[in-house]
């Protein structure tokens, strides 16, 4: 079974920085993308960036400009967090999407908690 480790979260003032890694056990057949999701308290989960396979970006437009989302290799990923502010404060998820017969499967790491302190 695939797991995805997330790591890099922690306690960060507003306006500071954190990066979060995330790397698959194994390599992942038929990977099409990888991303990274958010969950703040009482919320629902929330897509925060996506990076396909050669594909663009994608960025919710609550962290355009600010958070960067990239890829080592086609079963890591990371997500650059500038500019840091309360509304932040959420577990984030790694998450890697892949297609096998026609289905689509979705990996899921724990979560790795982020909070930003005002």
């Known amino acids: 079974q695939v797991q995805l480790v997330e790591s890099g979260g922690g306690l960060v003032q507003t306006g500071g920085s954190l990066r979060l890694s995330c790397a698959a056990s194994?390599?992942?057949?038929?990977?099409?993308?990888m991303g990274w999701y958010r969950q703040a308290p009482g919320k629902q989960r929330e897509l925060v960036a996506v990076?396909?396979?050669?594909?663009?970006t994608v960025y919710a437009d609550s962290v355009k400009g600010r958070f960067t989302i990239s890829r080592d290799n086609i079963n890591t990923v990371h997500l650059q967090m500038s500019s840091l502010q309360p509304e932040d404060t959420a577990v984030y998820y790694c998450?890697?999407?892949?297609?096998?017969?026609?289905?689509?499967?979705?990996?899921w790491g724990k979560g790795t908690l982020v909070t930003v302190s005002s």
């Open positions: 998450n890697a999407r892949a297609f096998q017969s026609a289905t689509r499967l979705d990996y």
């Open positions: 194994r390599t992942i057949a038929n990977i099409i993308a």
């Open positions: 990076i396909p396979n050669g594909g663009s």
